[in-house]
């Protein structure tokens, strides 16, 4: 089922990256003289729509509007650089996402179930790129709506049909650990006397696995399109919820937006 937007989807990550070869972001610190860029900044803003499930383990799907904010170079008058070269290579980055709330106001099949706040995951990644490949790993770690830690590993192949396009696809897979499992996909004594569903109490493990395909199109100099879509399979305690039982595991995605390039020298 598919629903028009109305609200900020519940299952939407907002991410902010910085230097992003990886679809995530690389942190790369040292003299500016490294690549010879003058001091000033680079960074890329922009934003779109994205359709994906309500919440992690819904049949039904909201389009929502999602913000792209990446940071590709940051070179200080004092010599100190973060970013810049050609983001190939090992690269270590912060990784930051917002999870949106659950509310059983919003998914009437939830009643009865426990509201989940707003969640901001702070962690790091690390990857390693080459023109035609890259794989990466991150892991964050909740605060406010759930207190576990997630992450996720990945793999692309990377093609370029033309000058201005790019593409991307290759397999994911996400993890968790029991605080946050609990939080998204278990069902206390108390829920499940409210709920009429089972009582689930969800380990640590995979969450989820699957396969990402995107794309960029450079339309200008400093405008560029990008899409993604992507498809994962729910595993583990997170197929076997009964939240997920009155849902779907099959969870699908679709993003697209424009960024445009900055630069301002200092």
């Known amino acids: 089922m598919f629903t028009a937007y109305r609200r900020p989807a519940h ?7 910085i230097v992003s070869p990886l679809a995530g972001a690389a942190f790369l ?31 039904d799907y909201l389009l929502s509007p999602y913000p792209t904010f990446r940071l590709k170079r940051l070179t200080l008058p004092n ?25 059983a106001a919003d998914n009437p099949e939830l009643a009865g179930l426990d509201d989940v706040d707003s969640a901001v995951e702070l962690g790091a990644g690390v990857g ?16 406010s709506g759930h207190e576990g830690y997630v992450g996720e590993i990945g ?29 998204y996909f278990g069902v206390s004594a108390s829920e499940a006397q409210n709920s009429g569903l089972s009582e689930f109490d969800a380990g640590a493990g995979f969450k989820s ?9 450079a339309l200008l100099d400093a405008w560029a399109v990008e899409s993604s879509a992507g498809y994962s399979r729910l595993v583990g305690d997170a197929a076997d919820s009964p939240v997920t039982g009155i849902g779907s595991r099959d969870q699908f995605s679709f993003r697209l937006g424009v960024v445009r390039e900055f630069k301002v020298d200092f």
């Open 209 to 217: 696995i699957g396969v990402e395909a995107s794309a960029r199109y």
């Open 11 to 17: 299952s939407v990550l907002v991410s902010l990256a």
């Open 155 to 183: 793999a692309d192949l990377v093609a370029y049909p033309t000058d201005r396009l790019s593409v991307s696809v290759g397999p994911r897979a996400s993890f968790a650990d029991g605080a946050y499992m609990d939080t």
């Open 128 to 143: 390693y790129a080459t023109p035609y490949w890259k794989v990466f790993a991150e892991v964050r770690r909740g605060f």
């Open 29 to 59: 610190a040292g003299p500016a003289a490294a690549d010879g860029s003058a001091p000033g900044i680079e960074f890329e803003l922009g934003g779109g729509g994205v359709v994906a499930p309500r919440y992690e383990g819904a049949s």
């Open 79 to 103: 010599g100190f650089q973060i970013g810049g070269g050609d983001g190939m290579g090992l690269s270590f980055y912060p990784s930051f996402t917002f999870r949106g709330e659950r509310k």
